[in-house]
């Protein structure tokens, strides 16, 4: 037996991610006496600065709101009782198609190789049993969520490890509800753009090809305060608007399709744990 206590490890891009995808199981599985890893790729310095000010906009200083978002950042932690904090303090790469894709130094231009030997060294280090990352698109295209699965994926095979390993996803029945929600709490009233709409409607997976679905009900409450913590991304984080009590009823089941096992537990399961105790 091994010396060191069942492990999660969530790999994610920016900080608040953590809280969006995952925010259940950490809750969960902390309070489960579990140790819980989350290692944030990114400083978050392309999100609004101070007043809502966007990145590119004049007095947007991506220094001062990594700095900011850092903070938060500790205090999602927190909430949601992560054990240990790891951060690779990339730049910020923004959105797809904006110009700090291409900066020097940005995590969308940093070599696969090199981002996945320094994550590697923090999987020997925490040897986890369980890892969590995003799927090779991200889940919805982020260029930063893509290289976060890339060296997620490129720093396990360096390593002799065989973690479960998972990708965060969504059933498309719950996307569909997802939208029905986002057009009754729409901005000022109006209805989202049908393109937007639809785009959404593509995400995710039919609910047949999802492996693992998580009951987080119980911790709705602690995954609602993690997200609140990032309060200077409030204007950005949607689910905020809609209350604890509807955003629990929408979010209270955290969903991933399994890559990669060694357990031979069978699927569909409903623990990221499953055939490890």
């Not at 000010?53 to 938060?72: Q, S, T, Y």
């Not at 260029?143 to 065989?162: E, F």
Request: hydrophobic letters at 40%; one cysteine or more; a negative charge.
């Amino acid at each position: 037996m091994n010396d060191w206590p069942l492990t999660l490890m969530a790999v994610h891009a920016h900080p608040d991610d953590e809280a969006t995808g995952t925010g259940g199981v950490l809750a969960r599985y902390a309070a489960e006496g579990i140790r819980t890893v989350l290692v944030t790729c990114t400083d978050g310095g392309c999100g609004d600065g101070p007043g809502g000010v966007k990145p590119g906009d004049p007095g947007h200083d991506p220094a001062a709101v990594a700095l900011m978002r850092r903070e938060e950042l500790a205090a999602s932690c927190e909430v949601l009782k992560i054990s240990h904090l790891e951060m690779l303090d990339y730049a910020d790469s923004g959105m797809m198609g904006w110009p700090t894709n291409d900066a020097p130094g940005s995590f969308w231009q940093t070599p696969v190789e090199e981002g996945a030997a320094r994550l590697a060294e923090l999987l020997r280090r925490y040897q986890p049993d369980v890892v969590v990352t995003y799927d090779e698109n991200g889940f919805y295209g982020h260029p930063d969520h893509i290289q976060a699965n890339r060296i997620t994926m490129a720093a396990l095979a360096m390593t002799a490890l065989t973690p479960k390993v998972y990708w965060t996803t969504a059933p498309r029945s719950m996307m569909q509800r997802f939208g029905e929600v986002m057009r009754e709490f729409g901005a000022d009233g109006q209805e989202p753009d049908p393109a937007e709409a639809a785009a959404l409607a593509e995400i995710g997976l039919p609910d047949e090809e999802i492996t693992t679905w998580v009951d987080t009900t119980a911790f709705g409450g602690q995954k609602f305060d993690a997200l609140a913590a990032h309060a200077s991304q409030g204007e950005n984080i949607f689910f905020l608007r809609m209350g604890q009590e509807r955003f629990t009823e929408l979010m209270g089941v955290e969903t991933f399709i399994r890559v990669q096992d060694t357990t031979g537990a069978a699927v569909p399961e409903n623990d990221l744990f499953a055939g490890l105790r």
